[in-house]
Structures are given as C-alpha cells and as structure tokens.
C-alpha cells in the first residue's frame, strides 16, 4: 500500500517562497506520475501541476493559476517529488497535497497547509 507524506507548508509573507517535498513509500516510484494539488477551505480541489514519471524537463504541466511561480521537480533516487513556490500570494493558502497515479490507481497523501499572509 502506498503512503505519501507531504511537509514544508507553513506561515509566510505575501511575495515570500515555500518549498514542498513528499515522501512516498510502498510504491515504485518510478512508475508514478505524480502530481500536486491544492484545496482551500469551501472550495474545490485544484491542480497545481504534475510530472510524469521519468521527470524529464519537458513533462511538467501546471494549471493556469500558477502563472510560472512554481515549479515541480522529482528525484526518484529519493522518492521524492518537490513543489517549490515562489512569488506566493493570499489566495494560494490552503491544504497542498501530492498524489502519485498510473493506470488503474491513484493514491493521497494527507496534506500540508500553506498560509500566506498580506
């Protein structure tokens, strides 16, 4: 059974950086897509942006939100994929959460929070 662990959220300014790392475990990870999401209170879950497997610089996608402040990177010697997030505002507080998915399955991790103060 697959088990994600998402840190790295916190408190900061408006304008300041956050770097999110998940730990996956159980799984190959090499095999998995992965992929970040995030959800604030009363609202939907929201794609942040993913990257496929092999990590390749050109299988990262993000939603459209983002607007190049964040980048997702993956070292599958680590089992770990990263969510660094630059230029944060307000409205990008809430839970972060990673997911790893391939065909036929997709598995959680519980969540990080994220608040961004003005």
């Known amino acids: 059974q697959g088990q994600l662990v998402e840190s790295g959220g916190g408190l900061v300014q408006a304008g300041g950086s956050l770097r999110l790392s998940c730990v996956v475990s159980g799984l190959t990870f090499g095999n998995y897509n992965m992929a970040w999401f995030r959800q604030a209170p009363g609202k939907s879950r929201d794609l942040v942006g993913g990257i496929d497997k092999d990590g390749s610089d050109d299988s990262t996608y993000y939603g459209g939100f983002v607007k190049d402040r964040f980048s997702i990177s993956r070292d599958n010697t680590k089992n770990t994929v990263y969510l660094q997030m630059n230029s944060l505002e307000p409205e990008d507080s809430g839970v972060y959460l990673c997911?790893?998915?391939?065909?036929?399955?997709?598995?959680w991790g519980q969540g990080t929070l994220v608040t961004v103060s003005a």
């Open positions: 997911a790893a998915s391939r065909t036929g399955s997709r598995y």
